[in-house]
């Protein structure tokens, strides 16, 4: 079985860019989420959907972060406008149900410089 | 509100050690617990799990057991290698809508 995919695996840009960055979910996994890790703040929920409804996005850190889940198989997290600070792996991880073990994504290495 | 707590180390052991990282939970009622493991560059992935009190969740050698008494969960194994050198994650269920995980705790196992 497919796990959840990322796209891309690293990215590279200059601050004030817009960056996109792409999952897909398990087929069927009626929940998902998006982390950020870094060194400093370890493993933070940003955001997470159920049946493609945003439920909790208190974990944004602010305007400039959005997420969408236009259907069951596709979410994105863009950065508009990019800022060196938020250089981290971000993940999207899914699940069944909310308090089914999450599988978690290989990650987007994204580096704004 | 539920939280995870655990060992942050960073653990450094020499191969065939015995590895304790601690893990303990505060939550209404009895949630699963979960162990994840991270290898560099690569995303979470879990390694074992126990659903009710007095449980134990084993794999790869690793195990943990759920002990209501001591609201712990604490991750064991007899010999570690080298490949088993990665950050540990302890993580429950939040209000069943999401997960708690704890701050990790980076393993080192040295040759």
């Known amino acids: 079985d497919a796990g959840v995919i990322q796209s891309p695996r690293h990215e590279v840009t200059e601050m004030g860019q817009e960056v996109t960055l792409r999952c897909k979910p398990i087929?069927?996994?009626?929940?998902l989420f998006w982390y950020r890790q870094t060194m400093m703040r370890g493993l933070e929920l940003l955001i997470y959907?159920?049946?493609?409804?945003?439920?909790?996005d208190s974990g944004m850190p602010e305007d400039r972060f959005s997420a969408k889940m236009p259907n069951a198989s596709f979410s994105t997290l863009k950065i508009q406008p990019s800022e060196p600070r938020d250089s981290a792996v971000y993940f999207c991880?899914?699940?069944?149900?909310?308090?089914?073990?999450?599988?978690f994504g290989d990650g987007t290495r994204l580096s704004i410089l | 509100g539920d939280s995870v707590t655990q060992m942050e180390g960073p653990v450094t052991l020499s191969e065939e050690a015995f590895l304790t990282i601690n893990c303990t939970y505060t939550?209404?009622?009895?949630?699963?617990l979960f162990w994840y493991v991270q290898y560099p560059g690569e995303g979470l992935q879990l390694l074992l799990k126990?659903?009710?009190?007095?449980d134990k969740g084993s794999n790869k050698g690793f195990e943990a057991t759920y002990r209501k008494e001591t609201t712990s969960f604490h991750l064991e194994k007899g010999s570690v290698q080298v490949s088993d050198s990665a950050v540990y994650f302890c993580?429950?269920?939040?209000?069943?809508?999401?997960?708690?995980f704890g701050p990790g705790t980076r393993l080192s196992v040295l040759p």
């Open positions: 991880a899914s699940s069944r149900e909310g308090w089914q073990p999450q599988h």
């Open positions: 087929s069927g996994h009626d929940y």
């Open positions: 959907f159920n049946n493609n409804v945003p439920i909790d």
């Open positions: 939550a209404t009622g009895y949630p699963s």
């Open positions: 126990a659903t009710k009190a007095d």
């Open positions: 993580a429950s269920p939040h209000y069943g809508q999401n997960f708690v």
